[in-house]
């Protein structure tokens, strides 16, 4: 099967604008779940989305947002970007019901905003 | 938050040693899993334990756990070159999704 992709894989954007992420989870996972990777902060979660609902999310502002569509793909967008938001976006799919059990990871998006 | 925190932040051992990451967590969990990154890309899973589960083994990979210490262990055996990586501690049981700790960051010296 293949794996989790990501798309794009580098994104270069500037203070302001908005920006949208794009994962295809490994075929039949239904949980696909976002993180944020940081020098500082480390992985944080985003949020999880099951069946086109989010069903956890974390602690992170309003500015990001994100969907799942009936073929599991999912999508994160983030308004209004601020330099603080440049890290490694990673998207991961899980074949269980729970957002606690074993995840797939993408190979991540790297935003830089300038 | 971060629920997890390894130990040592950096580990530099030579080929073919052992090398032993800790994971100390603060909450009750469902599970620990351990995870490899290598230089910025993603997250390759590992192994998983259960919180009614003592220790498990996966090839070179040995991992206890002690949920009355709320700590962890990965023990990597004969270590390689290829295990040069990143490696979190990841906690599920909480409404956060997984929990990483901030990784220990080992090289492995040819």
């Known amino acids: 099967k293949a794996g989790v992709t990501q798309t794009p894989r580098y994104l270069i954007k500037t203070r302001g604008q908005q920006v949208t992420l794009s994962c295809s989870p490994i075929?039949?996972?239904?949980?696909v779940s976002w993180y944020q990777q940081t020098p500082g902060q480390g992985l944080q979660f985003l949020f999880e989305y099951f069946s086109e609902t989010q069903r956890n999310k974390g602690n992170f502002p309003g500015r990001f947002s994100g969907r799942q569509f009936s073929n599991s793909r999912s999508e994160m967008n983030v308004s209004t970007l601020e330099l603080g938001d440049s890290a490694l976006y990673l998207c991961a799919s899980s074949l269980e019901t729970s957002v606690w059990d074993t995840q797939y990871f993408g190979p991540g998006t790297r935003l830089t905003v300038l | 938050s971060q629920q997890g925190e390894e130990d040592p932040q950096a580990l530099s051992i030579q080929e073919g040693e052992n090398a032993t990451m800790n994971c100390s967590y603060k909450t009750s969990i469902n599970n620990l899993q351990w995870y490899r990154q290598n230089s910025g890309r993603g997250l390759v899973h590992l192994i998983l334990?259960?919180?009614?589960?003592r220790e498990k083994h996966s090839g070179r990979l040995r991992v206890t756990l002690d949920t009355s210490k709320k700590s962890s262990s990965l023990l990597i055996t004969a270590s390689r070159a290829a295990d040069t990586a990143s490696y979190f501690c990841a906690t599920g049981g909480g409404a956060d999704g997984l929990t990483f700790g901030k990784g220990t960051h080992l090289i492995i010296q040819p």
């Open positions: 075929s039949g996972h239904r949980s």
């Open positions: 334990i259960r919180s009614n589960e």
